[in-house]
């Protein structure tokens, strides 16, 4: 066929090449090949596997034996299923006719993944950090063979594989399926225990702890990947795999990022937010902000105001972002003023604040009652707010009637 499907295919790529191969090998089209119908079948089958996103990754984990088990097995690529049931050379080139060949040379070992948690302070100056991890080496006594020169012998069982194919008679149908050896546990070898390497116990690596220095470069983000080529695991006849760590930033009391700027929750009382006084914050380098609040103007809650160029340092840039400061007034208690010993002075707040303003006052014709205003307990505070909100308890729901359940379809 002239299709060419890669093994990153399309839905719709995909489904052209199943037609093509259908068609080809349709049992009505081909009644004099007896095995056009069997052909036809490991098309289809194939076809119901890869188009099914869920049954394809099962298989290219764990085999067909996976898709009925819910993936218990081992298992082959998807690109190695269409050759298993097409034939050809490599990935999905072999069943429809040309196409990219697999790729060649050694394979490289996994990757190993790591999350370096790092303090704002660190990604304001920057530092170096020494990290230890754990990973698989080369076995320096056996040289990675696993055993004695000339003992590791190529299973027979699987002829190399570490997988077999199996068959199992279901009814009037064969299923196929693939499961890991069973005579070398898919080691692909067979080592005699009397000859296995002492050191690494026939494995071929052995555990190593690697000290690796990682730079936390000043004003690094949360995300960004350091990786270190080479210094991850090492399987024989493999490339040795890579470590990559990701910075992740650990939450601040006082700070909080968005991107090169820095937020700066500052709670002050009334006295400050009407009459001025100094706001200090301790910065991230140890410096301790000295900011006037001004006489004269007045500060309201949720008030944001900014100081310029002291955020944090721009990632390998010298720029730095701004420091915004939020604002919220803490109004005093009663018994502050009883502490204090001016609980007698509360009444001069009259002749010193503003006077109210009486925005919605009754006509004089209208009826009028007098109440007293209830004061609420933390418990009932949160309640109430709960209520305003929109919630409702249980014992607040609306009584008379039955309690019904809606189930989903």
């Known amino acids: 066929m002239s299709a060419q499907v890669s093994p990153d295919a399309s839905d719709a790529d995909l489904r052209s090449a199943y037609k093509k191969g259908a068609l080809k090998h349709h049992p009505d089209k081909n009644a004099h090949n007896p095995g056009a119908a069997e052909k036809f079948k490991e098309i289809s089958h194939a076809y119901e596997i890869l188009s099914d996103r869920h049954k394809r990754q099962l298989y290219d984990q764990y085999g067909e034996e996976g898709l009925d088990q819910g993936g218990m097995a081992g298992g082959m690529s998807a690109e190695d299923l269409f050759s298993q049931f097409f034939g050809g050379g490599g990935g999905f080139g072999g069943f429809f ?8 040379g050694p394979k490289k070992a996994r990757t190993i993944q790591h999350v370096h948690n790092v303090s704002l302070e660190d990604m304001y ?19 990675g063979r696993g055993g004695k020169e000339g003992a590791v012998k190529r299973c027979p ?20 399926f693939q499961t890991v050896c069973p005579e070398c546990q898919g080691e692909c070898e067979i080592i005699r225990d009397k000859d296995r390497c002492k050191q690494c116990n026939g494995k071929k690596t052995v555990v190593e702890r690697k000290i690796l220095h990682v730079p936390v470069d000043r004003g690094v983000r949360s995300g960004t990947k350091i990786p270190f080529a080479g210094e991850g695991d090492q399987m024989p006849n493999m490339v040795a795999g890579d470590v990559v760590f990701e910075i992740q930033q650990k939450p601040h ?10 937020v700066y929750h500052a709670k002050i009382d009334l006295v400050t937010a009407l009459a001025g006084g100094e706001l200090h914050i301790e910065h991230l380098d140890e410096r301790w902000l000295c900011i006037p609040l001004t006489y004269g103007r007045i ?30 007034v803490v109004m005093p208690t009663m018994n502050e003023f009883v502490e204090d010993g001016r609980i007698d002075k509360m009444p001069q707040l009259r002749d010193i604040l503003p006077r109210p303003r009486h ?18 307990d933390p418990t009932q505070q949160t309640r109430a ?6 919630g409702m308890d249980e014992d607040d729901a609306p009584s008379g009637g039955e309690r019904v359940q809606c189930a989903s379809q």
């Open 385 to 390: 707010q709960g209520s305003m909100m929109g």
């Open 299 to 328: 500060i309201k809650t949720g008030e944001v105001s900014m100081i310029p160029n002291q955020g944090m340092p721009s990632y390998r840039h010298h720029d730095y972002g701004n420091l915004y400061i939020e604002f919220e």
């Open 97 to 104: 006719g040309g196409g990219a060949m697999r790729e060649t």
């Open 157 to 176: 069982g699987c002829d190399g594989q570490g997988m077999k194919i199996m068959m199992r008679q279901m009814g009037p149908m064969i299923q196929r």
């Open 359 to 376: 925005l919605n006052t009754p006509p004089a014709d209208a009826i009028k009652e007098d109440f007293e205003l209830r004061m609420l």
């Open 253 to 262: 009391q006082r700070f909080e990022r968005k991107g090169d700027d820095l």
């Open 125 to 143: 100056r920057g530092k170096m950090s020494k990290l230890a991890l754990q990973k698989s080496v080369i076995c320096s006594k056996c040289d």
